[in-house]
């Protein structure tokens, strides 16, 4: 089984920075990305940020030069730091592993998802 903990959420005024861990632990032997989602109120999960394992980067325009996603693979950590936060941040922010596979005696990949930090951001 895979687990997926998420730290840093909270409440900041605009303008402020926080920033997001997510560590990972439990039977990860391959994964094809892991990425930051989120959720505002009366709203769908969207993408925030996604990091593939070469390193490659995309993030959704709303956030594109204010926020930044790195790994620390020796730690198994994702990282989230939000700069010039904005009141439209606030969400619930959720790390995503994908394509997860357990083992190297299988092919299946799944995806999981951490429980969710709360961000706030204040005017």
């Known amino acids: 089984q895979v687990q997926l903990v998420e730290s840093g959420g909270g409440l900041v005024q605009s303008g402020g920075s926080l920033r997001l861990s997510c560590a990972a632990s439990g039977s990860i032997f391959t994964r094809d990305a892991m990425g930051w989602f989120r959720q505002a109120p009366g709203r769908g999960r969207e993408l925030v940020a996604r990091?593939?394992?070469?390193?490659?980067?995309n993030y959704a325009d709303s956030v594109k030069g204010r926020f930044t996603i790195s790994g620390d693979n020796a730690k198994n950590t994702l990282y989230l730091q939000m700069n010039s936060l904005k009141p439209e941040d606030t969400a619930v922010y959720y790390c995503?592993?994908?394509?997860?596979?357990?083992?190297?005696?299988?092919?299946?990949?799944?995806?999981?998802w951490g429980q969710g930090p709360q961000v706030t951001v204040s005017s």
């Open positions: 990091i593939t394992s070469g390193g490659r980067t």
């Open positions: 995503k592993a994908e394509g997860v596979r357990t083992s190297y005696l299988t092919y299946a990949r799944s995806d999981y």
